[in-house]
């Protein structure tokens, strides 16, 4: 069984740091693009940030970046998602996403390209 598991969230004050984590399992995920996402309460799920299967391509939300970044490490089969100077509006339940393939190497920003889904970490940031 494909599972997707996110940890790292937590409560932080505004400008300080995070790093999330997102741990697959019951597959490898090197060849895979993968992404994150996020909703706040009251709000749709939305684009974060993602990066291509080698790792050499990233694209991000205007609003994290400069902020966020998002890496991986195939080797360990793990996903990355550091994020720097945090805001309140950064709250949120934060999603690690998986696509199983892709012909080439490139990103994906909109949720309906994954297959897989963590079941979310919270951050909090407090003003």
């Known amino acids: 069984q494909v599972q997707l598991v996110e940890s790292g969230g937590g409560l932080v004050q505004a400008g300080g740091s995070l790093r999330l984590s997102c741990a697959p399992s019951?597959?490898?995920?090197?060849?895979?693009?993968m992404g994150w996402f996020r909703q706040a309460p009251g709000k749709e799920r939305e684009f974060v940030a993602a990066?291509?299967?080698?790792?050499?391509?990233?694209v991000y939300a205007d609003s994290v970046k400069g902020r966020f970044t998002v890496s991986r490490e195939n080797a360990k089969n793990m996903l990355y998602l550091r994020m720097d100077s945090l805001k309140p509006e950064d709250t949120a339940v934060y999603y690690c996403?998986?696509?199983?393939?892709?012909?080439?190497?490139?990103?994906?920003?909109?949720?309906?390209?994954?297959?897989?889904w963590g079941q979310g970490t919270q951050v909090t940031v407090s003003s």
């Open positions: 996403a998986a696509k199983i393939w892709s012909q080439y190497d490139m990103t994906y920003d909109f949720s309906n390209a994954y297959e897989y």
């Open positions: 019951g597959r490898a995920f090197s060849n895979s693009p």
């Open positions: 990066i291509s299967r080698s790792g050499g391509n990233t």
